[in-house]
């Protein structure tokens, strides 16, 4: 059973700095990871999707890698924003077509 | 391309009602997901539709069904609420390949705020 871990829950940073988001998974057999922002009471907005034979992708300012032998994708947002400010999502999508998510790590980038 | 639409927005109703949330897919979408989230429990899948079947479905009680029409529309109903059952439902939708796992984006939309009093 795919578990999705994501560390620190919490994270508090100045603008400018960059910024460094964990996802840690269980099921080495994943097909691919995705990476998402919420805005309080909206939706997820889809950030990045790596495949499971990728190591890495990017897009901007974000980059996502995968290393799927230690079970772990970080996300790095470079020269953050006030308006990076949101919580992160991890899903990860092993056996079942389903995404397994992490519980988020809020962050809040002051100005 | 449109997006993910959900219909209502939000919806408040009493327990032992039943309720009807439904979504309609990005254009040329196939598979449409439904996850529950609450600030206890976070993200839980619910169920995933392709081409008007049921493929997945996760840990919910048999309250919880939902359907798939030939236009790919989806509908998620919740029978006999409970105070629990109050979440943010949201639904997404994919382009599955031809083994029927997405390797493509799954493309979220902006939920339904279910409260049950």
């Known amino acids: 059973k795919q578990e999705v871990t994501q560390i620190p829950a919490a994270l508090s940073v100045p603008e400018g700095e960059n910024l460094v988001l964990n996802c840690s998974f269980t099921?080495?057999?994943?097909?691919?990871l995705q990476w998402f922002r919420q805005d309080p009471g909206k939706g997820l907005t889809s950030l990045l999707l790596i495949q499971s034979s990728q190591r890495e992708q990017t897009s901007g300012r974000l980059n996502a890698s995968l290393d799927k032998s230690s079970g772990r994708s970080t996300l790095y947002i470079a020269a953050s924003q006030p308006g990076d400010s949101a919580t992160y999502l991890c899903?990860?999508?092993?056996?079942?077509?389903?995404?397994?998510f992490g519980g988020g790590t809020r962050v809040l980038v002051k100005p | 391309k449109a997006g993910v639409t959900q219909t209502p927005r939000y919806l408040i109703k009493t327990r032992g009602q039943q309720v009807t949330l439904s979504c309609s897919p990005i254009s040329g979408h196939r598979s449409v997901s439904w996850y529950q989230q609450t600030p206890g429990q976070g993200l839980q899948f619910l169920f995933e539709y392709f081409s008007e079947t049921q493929r997945n479905k996760g840990n919910f009680p048999g309250r919880f069904s939902g359907r798939q029409f030939s236009n790919s529309r989806s509908e998620m109903n919740v029978s006999t609420l409970e105070l629990g059952d109050s979440a943010l439902y949201l639904c997404?939708?994919?382009?599955?390949?031809?083994?029927?796992?997405?390797?493509?984006?799954?493309?979220f939309g902006p939920g339904t705020r279910l409260t049950v009093l």
């Open positions: 099921d080495s057999a994943i097909y691919n």
């Open positions: 997404a939708s994919s382009s599955p390949g031809t083994s029927g796992i997405s390797t493509d984006t799954q493309y």
């Open positions: 899903g990860g999508k092993a056996a079942g077509n389903k995404l397994t």
